[in-house]
């Protein structure tokens, strides 16, 4: 039997034109050293650049009036910053005659250390960074954002009159891109439908401020998981699936799904071919449910049965497998599969539930392994590994008609013709769509389609294929029954389907 195939690829993705930037970040500490001595807790933005080794200096209010501003003056010099809302942050590069703006001037005149600002009230540190900066005009300014509770300690002190002096030392440095990033990709090869696809993954990069265990580690470790298990029960019962199920780790996901997006536009043939895509990008909360279309739910029903049948009696129903009727596909999420929405492929992200509060780990600095819910980690892969074997083994792929995708450039894809049949072996009506063409046609379960506008479909990928490629908005269809022959002339754009003879 064929084993797991797995490869690296280079996906380059470039944001704009110009020489990109790469960044590192190694070592960050910072410390009050008057007129207490306190380690801080901080972080700071990705893309930005550290001190020149360890900085002390004087912690200075920003001013709120120009007579504070004209108090400043002459002893900026390596301060540091405590800036309490951006309405008093020093604003640097402005034309605009406001005090911030003037303020960031003096900055800049006399050369402060950096700008300290509070976190969010619920204490949460998040990481961010834009990528999107030139190599020949690098950001010069360091911004920190600390804990609130100790920025309110120094903001106290600074009020109550007490000289208070920090000292941040924070190593992160910039390197000439482009940088090279990886998707990693694994596949299960097919049998008699091998050319088609299904894939499962998530994303391999996380924040560099935050640990990534859930973002993405859990979404990583699943993918990883269900390949293992997959890989077993089919060495122990000497099968194969039908399509080719490939498990896809991409890179870049963080700074606007890069890798995916590189893949698909190096390898726009395979979209074609893909039956969907499902993605593990929500934590460690159990994968506990999908969402599907009505032309979805049929084929959905029948491959997650086992599944919602498997975990039904689980005592936690947190880990209860369910299908989520909609009307379209969720997009707008951010994660990989909305690259592939946007290329007309049926993308999903899990439904997940459970006990662990995502919002508290991602890109914060809580986001490590012992947030990561062991038993909800064991259920999601062995949902993932069902779902890749039955979905990978239906007699058809996964409807696109009813996606609610948006269209490039706002319109319908003019050569999406579809027959309204849900297809076995040998090109058999297994099922119709509900009031499609087919029915109008007078087609029937049981029935076999023969050819499509004169050329012979032997298989779904010619039928596809055949489709796509007609240049009008009609043809005529033959199939069979039993011995006989019939016929109807399918017009897509009246949405009509008319007898005819063979």
């Given at each position: 039997?064929?084993?797991?195939?797995?490869?690296?690829?280079?996906?380059?993705?470039?944001?704009?034109?110009?020489?990109?930037?790469?960044f590192?970040?190694?070592?960050?500490?910072?410390h009050?050293?008057?007129?207490?001595?306190?380690?801080?807790v901080?972080?700071?933005?990705?893309?930005?650049?550290?001190?020149d080794?360890?900085?002390?200096?004087r912690?200075?209010?920003?001013?709120?009036?120009?007579?504070?501003?004209?108090?400043?003056?002459?002893?900026?010099?390596?301060a540091?910053?405590i800036?309490?809302?951006g309405?008093?942050?020093?604003?640097?590069?402005?034309?605009?005659?406001?005090?911030r703006?003037?303020?960031g001037?003096?900055?800049?005149?006399?050369g402060?250390?950096?700008?300290?600002?509070?976190?969010?009230?619920?204490?949460?540190?998040?990481?961010?960074?834009n990528?999107?900066?030139?190599?020949?005009?690098?950001?010069?300014?360091?911004?920190?954002?600390?804990?609130?509770?100790?920025?309110?300690?120094?903001?106290?002190?600074?009020?109550?009159?007490?000289?208070v002096?920090?000292?941040?030392d924070?190593d992160q440095?910039?390197?000439?891109?482009?940088?090279?990033?990886?998707?990693?990709?694994?596949?299960?090869?097919?049998?008699?439908?091998?050319?088609?696809?299904m894939?499962?993954?998530?994303?391999?990069?996380?924040?560099?401020?935050?640990?990534?265990?859930?973002?993405?580690?859990?979404?990583?470790?699943?993918?990883?998981?269900?390949a293992?298990?997959?890989?077993?029960?089919?060495?122990?019962?000497?099968?194969?699936?039908?399509?080719?199920?490939?498990?896809?780790?991409?890179?870049?996901?963080?700074?606007?799904?890069?890798?995916?997006?590189?893949?698909?536009?190096?390898?726009?043939?395979e979209?074609?071919?893909?039956?969907?895509?499902?993605?593990?990008?929500g934590?460690?909360?159990?994968?506990?449910?999908?969402?599907?279309t009505?032309?979805?739910?049929?084929?959905?029903?029948?491959?997650?049965?086992?599944?919602?049948?498997?975990?039904?009696?689980?005592?936690?129903?947190?880990?209860?497998?369910?299908?989520?009727?909609?009307?379209?596909?969720?997009?707008?999420?951010?994660?990989?599969h909305?690259?592939?929405?946007?290329?007309?492929?049926?993308?999903?992200?899990?439904?997940?539930?459970?006990?662990?509060?995502?919002?508290y780990?991602?890109?914060?600095?809580h986001?490590?392994?012992?947030?990561?819910?062991?038993?909800?980690?064991?259920?999601?892969?062995?949902v993932?590994?069902?779902?890749?074997?039955?979905?990978?083994?239906?007699?058809?792929?996964?409807?696109?008609?009813?996606?609610?995708?948006?269209?490039?450039?706002?319109?319908?894809?003019?050569?999406?013709?579809?027959?309204?049949?849900?297809?076995?072996e040998?090109m058999?009506?297994?099922?119709?769509?509900?009031d499609?063409?087919?029915?109008?046609?007078?087609?029937?379960?049981?029935d076999v389609?023969v050819?499509?506008?004169?050329?012979?479909?032997?298989?779904?990928?010619k039928?596809?294929?055949?489709?796509?490629?007609?240049?009008?908005?009609?043809?005529?269809?033959?199939?069979?029954?039993?011995?006989?022959?019939?016929?109807?002339t399918?017009?897509?754009?009246?949405?009509?389907?008319?007898?005819?003879?063979?």
């Amino acid at each position: 039997m064929e084993g797991l195939v797995v490869v690296a690829e280079i996906h380059r993705q470039r944001s704009k034109p110009g020489r990109p930037v790469g960044f590192d970040r190694r070592f960050a500490s910072g410390h009050i050293t008057w007129p207490i001595k306190e380690k801080l807790v901080f972080n700071t933005r990705s893309w930005t650049p550290g001190t020149d080794g360890a900085e002390r200096g004087r912690a200075v209010l920003a001013p709120t009036s120009d007579e504070e501003l004209e108090a400043l003056r002459g002893h900026l010099k390596g301060a540091w910053v405590i800036a309490t809302s951006g309405t008093y942050a020093p604003r640097f590069g402005s034309d605009r005659d406001q005090l911030r703006d003037r303020f960031g001037a003096l900055c800049d005149e006399e050369g402060i250390s950096g700008v300290i600002r509070p976190s969010g009230k619920n204490g949460l540190l998040r990481t961010s960074g834009n990528y999107r900066i030139e190599w020949d005009n690098l950001p010069t300014r360091v911004s920190i954002l600390l804990l609130r509770d100790q920025f309110s300690l120094i903001y106290d002190y600074l009020k109550e009159g007490q000289e208070v002096e920090l000292e941040f030392d924070i190593d992160q440095s910039f390197t000439e891109g482009p940088i090279p990033q990886y998707n990693v990709i694994a596949e299960i090869p097919g049998t008699d439908l091998a050319d088609e696809l299904m894939i499962f993954g998530g994303h391999l990069d996380s924040w560099d401020g935050a640990g990534g265990a859930q973002d993405n580690g859990t979404g990583t470790s699943t993918t990883l998981e269900a390949a293992r298990l997959l890989m077993k029960a089919m060495t122990e019962h000497g099968v194969q699936p039908r399509r080719t199920i490939r498990f896809m780790l991409w890179g870049g996901e963080e700074q606007g799904l890069l890798g995916s997006r590189a893949y698909i536009a190096q390898h726009p043939e395979e979209n074609e071919r893909i039956s969907a895509v499902i993605v593990h990008d929500g934590g460690t909360n159990a994968c506990s449910g999908i969402r599907a279309t009505p032309l979805m739910m049929p084929l959905f029903q029948e491959a997650f049965a086992p599944i919602i049948q498997y975990t039904a009696d689980e005592e936690d129903d947190n880990l209860r497998f369910r299908l989520v009727s909609a009307e379209r596909l969720p997009r707008g999420i951010g994660s990989d599969h909305d690259a592939y929405l946007s290329a007309n492929v049926p993308g999903f992200f899990w439904e997940q539930r459970g006990t662990a509060n995502y919002s508290y780990v991602h890109h914060t600095q809580h986001d490590w392994v012992p947030q990561v819910v062991q038993a909800y980690q064991r259920g999601t892969a062995r949902v993932v590994a069902s779902a890749a074997w039955r979905l990978a083994n239906m007699n058809q792929t996964v409807p696109r008609d009813d996606m609610g995708q948006r269209q490039q450039r706002g319109q319908r894809d003019r050569n999406a013709k579809r027959v309204g049949v849900f297809l076995g072996e040998g090109m058999e009506i297994t099922d119709l769509v509900g009031d499609g063409l087919a029915k109008k046609a007078g087609m029937a379960k049981g029935d076999v389609i023969v050819s499509v506008d004169g050329k012979e479909v032997a298989n779904q990928r010619k039928l596809a294929t055949t489709l796509r490629e007609l240049k009008k908005d009609s043809a005529k269809i033959v199939w069979k029954r039993g011995d006989k022959l019939m016929a109807a002339t399918f017009d897509w754009k009246a949405k009509t389907a008319v007898s005819t003879e063979p």
